[in-house]
């Protein structure tokens, strides 16, 4: 089983849809999360941190369940350029500095 | 901030010539990490520095593969010889202590 599990989707929606995605993780001593963004061809850059009271930038909300070990990220009124692949990341705390991504979430929003 | 820079962008070679992949991590940062990312396996951990001292080399495939770090504003990650199957988007990556990462733009290898 991977450390970090998600859909791989692609998930397919209309412009100014709400789309959620889950991540589970199997470590106990996962500490921090964080969600990452990936556009076709280009490198994984940070969407936002997770924290354990759940954060919302924007149209986009985070929150993390440590009793059932998911994340989710929901993205609401979806925009065309919101097309990516979103990754779920975690650090564990015996890992030092060294973060474990998932194989991430495709999604695609049409007009 | 000029962001970790990676060399070359693109790197066309022929099967068993030895290729060598270049990162200079952001001023400051005291870990770096190397990835290897396939649309089969994901996003792979190669290696990883702290403190340019080599940490965990788990993930390194095999002996064709070797990464230095030198000092603290340079990498390389070498593959000597190289074959087909290491056609990939190879990814630099560094870090504060505590902090999230900063990718590179990637080096897109292929061995033909």
């Known amino acids: 089983r991977k450390e970090v599990e998600q859909d791989p989707g692609p998930f397919n929606v209309p412009e100014g849809a709400t789309v959620a995605f889950n991540c589970t993780y199997s470590?106990?001593?996962?500490?921090?999360f964080f969600w990452y963004r990936q556009d076709c061809r280009k490198e994984p850059k940070l969407l936002m941190s997770?924290?354990?009271s759940g954060n919302e930038d924007g149209r986009f909300t985070a929150q993390l369940n440590r009793a059932s070990q998911y994340i989710s990220l929901l993205i609401r009124d979806s925009k065309l350029s919101d097309s990516a692949t979103y990754l779920c990341?975690?650090?564990?705390?015996?890992?030092?500095?060294?973060?474990?991504f998932g194989g991430g979430t495709r999604l695609m929003v049409k007009p | 901030d000029a962001g970790v820079i990676q060399s070359p962008r693109h790197e066309v070679t022929e099967m068993g010539q030895e290729v060598t992949l270049r990162c200079k991590p952001i001023?400051?940062?005291?870990?770096l990490f190397w990835y290897r990312q396939t649309m089969m396996r994901g996003l792979e951990l190669l290696i990883y520095?702290?403190?340019?001292?080599?940490?965990?080399d788990s993930g390194m495939p095999e002996d064709r593969f070797s990464a230095k770090m030198p000092n603290a504003s340079f990498s390389t990650l070498k593959i000597q010889p190289s074959e087909p199957r290491d056609s990939a988007v190879y990814f630099c990556?560094?870090?504060?202590?505590?902090?999230?990462?900063?990718f590179g733009s990637g080096t897109r290898l292929t061995v033909v």
């Open positions: 990556a560094s870090s504060r202590t505590g902090n999230g990462y900063t």
């Open positions: 470590n106990s001593a996962s500490q921090s």
């Open positions: 997770v924290y354990s």
């Open positions: 990341v975690v650090r564990r705390r015996d890992a030092g500095n060294m973060l474990t």
């Open positions: 001023s400051g940062h005291d870990y």
């Open positions: 520095f702290n403190n340019n001292v080599p940490i965990d």
